[in-house]
C-alpha cells in the first residue's frame, strides 16, 4: 500500500526561490533578482525539489482530493520571477565553468537542467508562469513548459543560445512542443528577443497584462477557472496530449485507444462524479464555484 503524502509535511529548504502554499494552490517564486534570475546551479537543483515536493502532493498523485489530516491536496501552481526580469537564463559563473569542464561533466549539468525542465513540463497540477522583462535560453525554456503563460507589453523572449555558439538543446523538446517546427527554427537560429505580441501569435505566451502589476488579478482568474475542473482530468488531459504526440501507431488503433480511455474515465470515481452532479443539477465535489 503506498502511504499519501501530508501537506504538513516540512517544505523543502531553499535560499533561491520561494515556495508558499495556500489552500490548493502553491506559489513559487524565483528570487535571485540581483542576477536577474538566472539559472545556476543551486537555484536548478532548488526548483527540482520543490516541483517533486508538489507534484507528490497533488490531487492527481494521491487520488483524493485531501490529505488524512483535511488538508487541501495541490491543484494549481503558479510561477513568478521576483524583480526587474523572470529569468536571464543559465548564470554567466556556470557558464564560464561549463567551458572548463569535460564532455561528461557537462553532461551531469545538462541531465539535472532537464530534471528541472521535465518535471515542470509533466507536472501534475496546472502551472501558470507570469513572465516580466526578459526570459531568455533556460527561462525560455520554463516558459515553455507552463500550462498557461501571461506577460507584460516589455516581456522579451529569446532561444539566446546560438548567440553563445551553442544550441537550445536540452530545452528544445518542450519549446518545440509549444511554437511547433517552423517557429522553432527560426528562433533557434536567430537567437533574438521577440516581443509580447510575437510570442503570443506563435504560442509562446497565453494572454498579455497591461502590467506584471495585473498578474495576481489573471493568475487568479485562470486558476479558479481551472479549479472548476476534475483535478484528474488535468493531469490525464497532459498524458493524452503525450500519447497523441508520440503516437506511432495506425489510426485504427488510435480511434480504438481513445475509445477505451473515454470508457476508463467515464467509469472512474471522478467520471462517475462529474456525470452525477451533471445530471443532478449541482456543483461536483472538486468545483471551488
Known sequence: ???????????????????????????????????????????????????????????????????????????????????????????????????????????????????????????PCFTIGCIQGVALGGGAGLVSCFDYVIAEPGTRIALSEAKLGILPAVIGPYVYRKIGSSNFRRLSMMASKIDSSEAMRIGLIDFVVESSSYFGERSKIIAQEVLTTGPMAVTEAKNLTLVFDRWDGSDEDLRNWTLDKTSQMRGSEEGQEGLSSFLERRKPNWSSE
Not at 48 to 54: L, P, R, V
Open 1 to 123: 500500500m503506498v502511504t499519501k503524502m501530508k501537506m504538513s509535511d516540512l517544505l523543502p529548504k531553499n535560499k533561491l526561490c520561494e515556495l508558499t502554499i495556500n489552500g490548493n494552490i502553491a506559489r513559487i517564486n524565483l528570487d535571485r533578482s540581483d542576477v536577474y534570475n538566472a539559472l545556476n546551479t543551486e537555484l536548478i537543483s532548488e526548483l527540482i525539489s520543490i516541483i517533486k515536493w508538489t507534484s507528490d502532493r497533488s490531487v492527481s498523485r494521491n487520488s483524493s482530493l485531501e490529505d488524512s489530516e483535511g488538508e487541501k491536496y495541490l491543484r494549481v501552481i503558479i510561477f513568478t520571477g521576483e524583480g526587474k526580469h523572470f529569468c536571464a537564463g543559465a548564470d554567466i559563473n556556470m557558464m564560464r565553468d561549463a567551458g572548463a569542464r569535460s564532455v561528461e561533466e557537462n553532461r551531469v549539468d545538462s541531465e539535472r537542467l532537464d530534471n528541472l525542465f521535465h518535471g515542470l513540463w509533466a507536472h
